[in-house]
């Protein structure tokens, strides 16, 4: 088997792929449409890419997890023992490699790069990036400087993580002592200025030409290397012009408690009866006393800018519930998106609410991607964001194309990866 390298582009969306680019054909790629898991994320992707498993089977249902023995939602967490499941290459003699995926830390492969910060006392924090085998970060570091944080997210997020990603994705394809026989990089920044502008924005289209100028250049090391080539998008992002609160809605059915600490709303997860983990088009509602579901069922079904309320109690919902998930699982409506806030003034915010703190916020926040009122901070105007992600329907699908064929033709992000794992067994 030749050896391959699998590209994560963010926001790849098929309908975006095909207004930028004009056509579906890229340097000699036929690029097609493949439908999104659901939720349709970047860790349930990235999940799904590495066990041929849907969420409902691997277990990340969002980008975070409630952890109910701590009664505490938390985000971004890099295990890899979060990813319930076998891995694809499990079985093989392949050498493997993870570059910045998401749950990584952990994992059983040669090669690994992966962001690491350590949070200091004083709450700053150290950079770093997680390197295995031992010393790759440091001599990708001194040929192509070093990986900062602020390009890969926060209002400073750009082009430059992807340059990053990319050159060191060519460096280590070159190294013939580690390369990787299958090898998983990512490209994140297409992601933000769809998220921040929407994606008729021509700084969105800027960035996919920028993107698909990175491609051509992991495109070329392919072939000077000796690899095959995988791209896909992960999901499509939709325009949206507002948010929905659903923590509010509870907060005002009494259901969601809050802490007052030094005049500051902070989330009592202990003796809330009901509160919304909201992460982009969707959210995951927990409830502690499960007689109460119906009651909130309709209390959601009712409330302006929810589009679909997904019940456990449902068995003819058409969604498999892993026991991560929610109680319930919310959409938003076509041109919205759901947002973590339960307080009504900005005076009530917690102190996290203006700064880049994606572990301590319990949902998901773009926000972030705003300088705020000071440069120190960020914005909390939800009204900013134009673009969104999530659900799954006809006219969101992802962009993907390969340079070996299937020998079936995959119509989803879970058949590609159902394909890619047969491919590299039977080969």
Same mark, same amino acid.
């Given at each position: 088997m030749d050896k391959i390298l699998i590209v994560q582009v963010a926001a790849l969306g098929y309908e975006f792929f095909k207004t930028c680019n004009d056509t579906e054909e890229w340097n000699g790629l036929a690029f097609k @449409?493949?439908?999104? =898991?659901?939720?349709?994320?970047?860790?349930?992707?990235?999940?799904?890419?590495?066990?041929a498993l849907p969420p409902s089977s691997h277990g990340m249902v969002m980008n975070g997890i409630y952890a109910e023995n701590l009664r505490r939602p938390m985000f971004w967490e890099q295990s890899s023992a979060l990813v319930q499941g076998e891995r694809i290459w499990n079985g093989t003699e392949l050498k493997t490699g993870l570059l910045f995926w998401q749950q990584s830390l952990g994992e059983d492969t040669d090669v690994l790069l992966s962001p690491a910060p350590i949070h200091t006392h004083g709450g700053g924090m150290a950079e770093a990036v997680y390197a295995?085998?031992?010393? !790759?970060? &440091?001599?990708? $570091?001194?040929?192509?400087?070093?990986?900062?944080?602020?390009?890969?997210?926060?209002? !400073?997020?750009?082009? @430059?993580?992807?340059?990053?990603?990319?050159?060191?994705?060519a460096e280590i394809m070159d190294m013939k002592d580690i390369a990787p026989d299958l090898l998983f990089t990512y490209i994140p920044h297409l992601d933000y200025p769809l998220q921040k502008y929407g994606p008729g924005a021509e700084k969105s289209?800027?960035?996919?030409?920028?993107?698909?100028?990175l491609l051509k250049k992991l495109l070329d090391a392919c072939g000077s290397s000796g690899y095959d080539m995988l791209i896909y998008g992960d999901y499509a992002i939709g325009e949206v012009s507002r948010a929905v609160f659903p923590n509010k809605l509870l907060a005002n059915e009494g259901l969601f408690k809050t802490r007052s600490i030094r005049g500051r709303l902070?989330?009592?997860?202990?003796?809330?009866?009901a509160f919304a983990v909201c992460d982009h088009e969707i959210a995951h509602v927990y409830i502690k006393n499960r007689k109460e579901t119906d009651r909130i069922t309709d209390l959601f079904t009712k409330a302006d800018g929810i589009g679909r309320v997904l019940s456990?109690?449902?068995?003819?919902?058409?969604?498999?519930?892993?026991?991560?998930?929610? &109680? !319930?699982?919310?959409?938003?409506?076509?041109? $919205?998106?759901?947002?973590?806030?339960?307080? /009504?003034?900005?005076?009530?915010?917690? &102190?996290?609410?203006?700064? =880049?703190?994606? /572990?301590?916020?319990?949902?998901?926040?773009?926000?972030? !991607?705003?300088?705020?009122? /000071?440069?120190?901070?960020?914005?909390?105007?939800t009204s900013k964001i134009q673009g969104s992600h999530g659900r799954i329907e006809q006219g969101r699908e992802a962009a993907w194309a390969?340079?070996?064929p299937f020998k079936d033709d995959p119509q989803s992000l879970l058949d590609i990866a159902q394909a890619l794992k047969k491919k590299i067994h039977d080969e």
């Amino acid at each position: 088997m030749d050896k391959i390298l699998i590209v994560q582009v963010a926001a790849l969306g098929y309908e975006f792929f095909k207004t930028c680019n004009d056509t579906e054909e890229w340097n000699g790629l036929a690029f097609k @449409k493949a439908e999104s =898991v659901f939720p349709s994320l970047t860790c349930p992707v990235q999940a799904t890419m590495r066990t041929a498993l849907p969420p409902s089977s691997h277990g990340m249902v969002m980008n975070g997890i409630y952890a109910e023995n701590l009664r505490r939602p938390m985000f971004w967490e890099q295990s890899s023992a979060l990813v319930q499941g076998e891995r694809i290459w499990n079985g093989t003699e392949l050498k493997t490699g993870l570059l910045f995926w998401q749950q990584s830390l952990g994992e059983d492969t040669d090669v690994l790069l992966s962001p690491a910060p350590i949070h200091t006392h004083g709450g700053g924090m150290a950079e770093a990036v997680y390197a295995k085998p031992k010393g !790759l970060y &440091d001599f990708c $570091a001194n040929r192509h400087k070093r990986f900062k944080l602020s390009s890969y997210w926060g209002p !400073l997020a750009s082009g @430059k993580s992807s340059e990053w990603i990319t050159a060191a994705t060519a460096e280590i394809m070159d190294m013939k002592d580690i390369a990787p026989d299958l090898l998983f990089t990512y490209i994140p920044h297409l992601d933000y200025p769809l998220q921040k502008y929407g994606p008729g924005a021509e700084k969105s289209k800027k960035a996919f030409s920028e993107c698909m100028g990175l491609l051509k250049k992991l495109l070329d090391a392919c072939g000077s290397s000796g690899y095959d080539m995988l791209i896909y998008g992960d999901y499509a992002i939709g325009e949206v012009s507002r948010a929905v609160f659903p923590n509010k809605l509870l907060a005002n059915e009494g259901l969601f408690k809050t802490r007052s600490i030094r005049g500051r709303l902070y989330p009592d997860f202990n003796y809330s009866a009901a509160f919304a983990v909201c992460d982009h088009e969707i959210a995951h509602v927990y409830i502690k006393n499960r007689k109460e579901t119906d009651r909130i069922t309709d209390l959601f079904t009712k409330a302006d800018g929810i589009g679909r309320v997904l019940s456990r109690n449902d068995k003819n919902s058409g969604y498999a519930f892993h026991e991560k998930a929610g &109680d !319930l699982i919310l959409t938003a409506e076509e041109g $919205a998106w759901c947002a973590y806030p339960w307080w /009504h003034s900005n005076r009530k915010a917690p &102190d996290y609410a203006t700064h =880049v703190d994606i /572990h301590n916020k319990p949902g998901y926040d773009p926000c972030e !991607l705003f300088f705020g009122w /000071h440069p120190f901070i960020v914005s909390t105007d939800t009204s900013k964001i134009q673009g969104s992600h999530g659900r799954i329907e006809q006219g969101r699908e992802a962009a993907w194309a390969s340079t070996f064929p299937f020998k079936d033709d995959p119509q989803s992000l879970l058949d590609i990866a159902q394909a890619l794992k047969k491919k590299i067994h039977d080969e």
